[in-house]
């Protein structure tokens, strides 16, 4: 496995691998890996001839400087993860490396950038856009791998793709979750222990809200899922939305689309740190 800090030097090793004939995968991530990033590395290497794992935190996507500062940096234990996965080239520049010049450039793609996370951290889909068409140029993928656990963020990249007229397949990979349903994150490490313990509250009350919606109301299921987070001393609902699955507009009534999800975020702890998950209540085959 080759480590990389500079734009040019990752480039001359993908020149060769390109002109080789290599088909060449893109794992973006913000470091602090787990086995959730890992899978996505690992399916890279199934679909593709080289494996390139970005590790870059990303300070224009964080609205709050403190989130940015708490943000876990870990690069020795990710490479040590990334070479036990086989993962062929990482890619750790600083942030000049990235930013030499502030990147003035502005991604609005509504309805799908506007609502949820959008919403509550403005800017934010704006920076991951800077960053991951920056990955994308110096990268220049085939295949690129997102985790769905940020289930918005893949429609946002998606919709990005198609105005910058990108050569590149974006591929969702399912959740990874702990084996008590907490969906793998790297900001679970930042979490005491008596907050980890509370934390897979989210995922078993939107689980339950599945049988729930099967008798009730989209208004009396919501406020069902609300309710039993918020009940739990140590958990604060920020927002529970849902959507169409492809528009992420909200419904009123579970006959108003044939793919509804439902997409919260919860703070957890007195920190607090930010937890995001989602369910699908009716996925239409997909």
Request: glycine share 6%; net charge negative.
């Amino acid at each position: 496995m080759e480590i990389f800090k500079k734009i040019v030097e990752l480039q001359n090793a993908l020149f060769e691998a390109r002109k080789a004939g290599k088909k060449i995968g893109l794992v973006p991530t913000m470091g602090a890996l787990h086995e959730g990033h890992a899978s996505l590395v690992r399916r890279s290497m199934k679909e593709n001839d080289l494996t390139v794992v970005s590790v870059f935190v990303n300070p224009t996507q964080f609205n709050d400087k403190n989130d940015l500062k708490n943000y876990p940096r870990t690069l020795e234990a990710d490479c040590k993860l990334l070479e036990q996965c086989g993962a062929d080239f990482v890619f750790a520049p600083e942030v000049e490396e990235m930013y030499p010049t502030p990147d003035t450039r502005s991604f609005e793609y509504p309805p799908v950038s506007t609502v949820m996370e959008g919403a509550h951290r403005p800017g934010h889909f704006n920076g991951v856009c800077q960053v991951v068409s920056r990955l994308f140029y110096i990268v220049r993928p085939d295949n690129a791998y997102f985790g769905e656990k940020d289930w918005q963020q893949i429609a946002v990249i998606k919709a990005m793709v198609r105005h910058l007229q990108l050569d590149v397949q974006i591929v969702e990979c399912p959740i990874v979750r702990d084996d008590d349903g907490l969906a793998r994150s790297s900001r679970n490490t930042l979490l005491a222990p008596n907050e980890r313990a509370i934390a897979p509250t989210i995922y078993k009350v939107l689980k339950e809200s599945v049988d729930y919606a099967k008798k009730h109301s989209l208004k009396e299921t919501h406020q069902f899922v609300v309710e039993s987070i918020n009940a739990v001393d140590g958990l604060d609902v920020e927002y529970f939305s849902i959507v169409d699955g492809d528009t992420l507009q909200d419904v009123a009534d579970w006959n108003d689309s044939p793919y509804i999800v439902g997409c919260i975020t919860v703070y957890c702890g007195k920190t607090p740190i930010r937890l995001i998950d989602h369910i699908k209540y009716k996925s239409s085959g997909k």
